[in-house]
């Protein structure tokens, strides 16, 4: 009978054990579901209409479409979608003039991988790159790469850099625009080649590469994002990557250092910006809405873009001060090649 009354008690104790179990769970859940409500009342911001995320580059651009891989997870973060609005012209500046003119309720922002150069390239930039915004994100970093049409008479960087000497000024380089990190590539690649050749800006990078692909330019320095597609598929030749190691996007180009050319490093990263005056509150759910986003997308963003987030770009402080040394590297590098403001 003890033996019965010791195995009821454990049975007893078993159900006490489950019944609390299905208690805290039910509790957790309650409190998953809750949190959200929770939040708002604590006053965290959620956008009641569509945001825009303006793209300062015509469509087909390393911006546009990092813009448009992001701007989907964002809206289904925040609940509303994040629109993305091309808004071509002046090497990014009418776009980025647009937002830093905008109100800043959270509803217009800018992804600009030129925005730190502008200021080397540009002699009246009709708004302040740094103090005009605030910092929500860093989508990513990516090398451009050195290409040249198929039909050029070149297979290396050696071999197109030789041409370019014996004939100078009779070959197009293909432009994103006056300001363009494309822009600012080549002019590297022009300091350290010592070539002359014509500089033609198109309004973005993919009418950049089209050219490149016509033949109408012989050779750029695209970014990954925009040419990725043309070069895997033969349309254009890659001769470099311009950064010290290979690309895991383009495994088969040699760096700038293997094809002799170590001078040649340069990277584009995405800052996405808000106008100078929106709120924190604000400026905190984009940031996290957006962070996320990119998080999210990191495999998209490498095999489409060739473009890897990192970290350590968590406040608007990280993002504008990732900028400010933009700033100071491009103009410190395009004026030591002798490049002016125009």
């Not at 349309?235 to 088969?252: F, G, T």
């Not at 900028?323 to 004026?335: A, C, I, M, P, Q």
Request: aromatic share 6%; net charge positive.
């Amino acid at each position: 009978m003890q033996q019965a009354g010791r195995a009821e008690c454990a049975g007893l104790n078993r159900e006490k054990n489950k019944m609390m179990q299905r208690r805290t769970a039910l509790g957790l859940a309650l409190a998953a579901g809750l949190a959200p409500n929770v939040a708002r009342a604590q006053g965290a911001w959620r956008p009641t209409r569509p945001v825009r995320l303006v793209v300062p580059f015509a469509p087909g651009g390393s911006n546009d479409i990092v813009g448009r891989i992001i701007a989907e997870a964002a809206g289904n973060i925040l609940g509303q979608p994040v629109v993305v609005e091309n808004r071509a012209g002046a090497g990014s500046v009418i776009g980025a003039e647009n937002v830093a003119r905008s109100p800043a309720g959270g509803y217009s922002v800018l992804i600009n991988s030129a925005h730190a150069s502008v200021p080397a390239l540009v002699a009246r930039v009709p708004y302040d790159t740094v103090n005009d915004f605030v910092g929500i994100a860093v989508a990513g970093f990516s090398p451009h790469v050195l290409v040249a049409n198929p039909r050029a008479p070149v297979t290396n960087a050696a071999e197109l850099i030789a041409l370019l000497r014996a004939n100078p000024g009779k070959f197009n380089f293909a432009s994103a625009g006056i300001g363009s990190g494309v822009h600012l590539a080549g002019e590297i690649f022009r300091g350290i080649s010592t070539a002359q050749f014509e500089m033609v800006h198109y309004r973005g990078g993919g009418p950049g590469v089209a050219a490149l692909v016509s033949g109408e330019a012989q050779f750029g320095t695209p970014t990954m994002a925009s040419s990725l597609g043309q070069i895997r598929g033969g349309a254009i030749r890659a001769l470099a990557v311009a950064s010290s190691q290979r690309s895991p996007a383009l495994p088969d180009v040699p760096s700038a250092t293997e094809a002799g050319i170590p001078g040649f490093i340069f990277e584009e990263f995405f800052p996405v910006l808000a106008p100078a005056g929106t709120p924190p509150a604000v400026v905190a759910a984009l940031g996290a809405a957006f962070r996320t986003a990119i998080q999210q997308s990191a495999p998209r963003l490498n095999e489409l873009a060739g473009v890897v987030p990192r970290p350590g770009y968590d406040t608007p402080d990280q993002v504008m001060n990732v900028v400010r040394e933009g700033v100071k590297t491009y103009t410190d590098v395009l004026r030591a090649a002798g490049v002016k403001p125009e």
